[in-house]
């Protein structure tokens, strides 16, 4: 990055507040932890919700937003004193599995050549173990072949076709995991990437409705966090990738430190969205040392968001200095405080304390 670059960037992080000035030291404040509305923050600061506290820890599971069932179901078995991992892993299977989700598992959106390749890790508290499988085809279920990962080999991560072997010999069968919908859409995008091919658009009404997706390159994935009412924590996280990404493109969902990472002592953060500046900063790693040396979960989490935020390179930034992607994450603390965190306003995460399964929002840098 050039100096210039990174003065006027400084610049304007002290005009927005966000960096070394009143508004930012503010969020990093010990603050009251009841209720969950949003604060106020002075203009151009980012909105605080405060975290949320129990006192008595779990059972707590927080997911990213397409993961109002996933927190549902990793709750009622928690409930049931099922481990906190198992509990994850069970409520992000019902998205790998759903059709309708294109960016996780079966249906998710496919690589540049038209073939699904999933990324998924997970991370057990109490034995500080893990596992992750990257550009996994054919197995609809990636989060189980990374926990097997863990369980029945002593290594951490398995790739491609390694992955697939592995997943085979332990009697996962392999499926076509590309569905209709998400093949139309590839094909979409496929036909406007050049006029100069003899790829010709498709002119329908469905055409033009699929092209609007294919232009926001949709990012997705599932993450959960589970802390059971024991203290222990599990986490998983899974996905598709990127749309349209270049084969054998890896994330960060299953990179330990990046997509998530648990610390059965502090706490456990998981993150979705552009996962090369999650790689570039190993942000869930970050949000729960930050915990850990004091933060709540939501203002580790934006800490992480504004230290992309410096970090992103001159070619992803839009005019006004804002990068063009998003980021976000979601935590939790041993005590049972959670919170996210998101680049730009307008993400939200699903969460259940033990009361019911709901949406909030996640705090944000970026109107
Ligand atoms: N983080 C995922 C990846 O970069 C994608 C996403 O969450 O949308 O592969």
Known sequence: MSRDLRCSRRAFFRESGLAGGVAWLALREPRAVSGAQPTAGPKGAPAVRPSTAR????????????????????????????????????????????????????????????????????????????????????????????????????????????????????GFTEENLLTDKAREIWLRWKETLSDKDDWLPADDEVAQALREQVKKRDTGTIHLSALDAAGNFGSVTTTSGLAFKIPGRVGDSPIIGAGLYTDNEVGSCGSTGRGEANLANLCCYQVVESMRHGMSPQEACLDVCRRIAEHTHEKRLLKDGKPDFNVSFYAINKAGQYGGAALHKGVNFAIHDGTVARHEQCAFLFE
């Open 55 to 170: 006192a008595a820890g779990g059972p707590v599971a927080i997911s990213s937003a397409n993961g109002l069932a996933a927190v549902e179901k990793a709750m009622g078995l928690m409930q049931q004193s099922v481990d906190p991992l198992d509990a994850a892993i069970a409520g992000v299977n019902l998205v790998e599995e759903d059709p309708n989700d294109t960016s996780v598992g079966y249906g998710g959106l496919p690589n540049e050549e038209g073939v699904v390749e999933l990324d998924a890790a997970v991370m057990h508290g109490p034995t500080h173990r893990c596992g992750a499988v990257a550009s996994l085809r054919g197995i609809k279920y990636p989060s189980r072949v990374a926990k097997l990962v863990m369980e029945r080999t002593d290594h951490i991560l398995l790739v491609g076709e390694g992955a697939l072997r592995f997943a085979r010999a332990h």
